[in-house]
């Protein structure tokens, strides 16, 4: 079986604890009042200014038109075009697949 601890810490106990160790230690620069909670003058806030980034909103709105026109798109082509497209892509990701494990079989 576990020791039992013989002593029972309260809360206030323990915080008390604590603030008369944060009172030690004489490099602590916020300044906090007698719960240990910080006061705003002790905080150094700096203003947030949200400005627009151009090129970024510009390059999504390209990326997005052209996700839209490519949803478009896709009710207006055959079915032979979507499986060719299919295809493609698993042809694609395996062969990249099988180059990266061909470069590590000569190392």
């Known amino acids: 079986m576990p020791p039992s601890i013989s002593k029972s810490v309260t809360l206030e106990e323990n915080l008390s604890d604590v603030r008369q160790r944060k009172s030690d230690c004489n490099d602590n620069p916020v300044k906090t009042d007698e719960d240990g909670i910080k006061s705003e003058s002790s905080t150094n ?13 510009i390059v999504q709105i390209f990326i997005h038109v052209g996700a839209l026109y490519g949803f478009y798109l896709l009710f207006s082509v ?7 497209c299919e295809y493609l892509i698993y042809l694609s990701a395996l062969l990249i697949l099988s180059r990266h494990s061909a470069i590590f079989l000569f190392l």
């Open 45 to 57: 806030y700096t203003d947030f200014k949200p400005e627009i980034r151009w090129p970024d909103l």
């Open 78 to 84: 055959k079915l032979y075009s979507l499986i060719w």
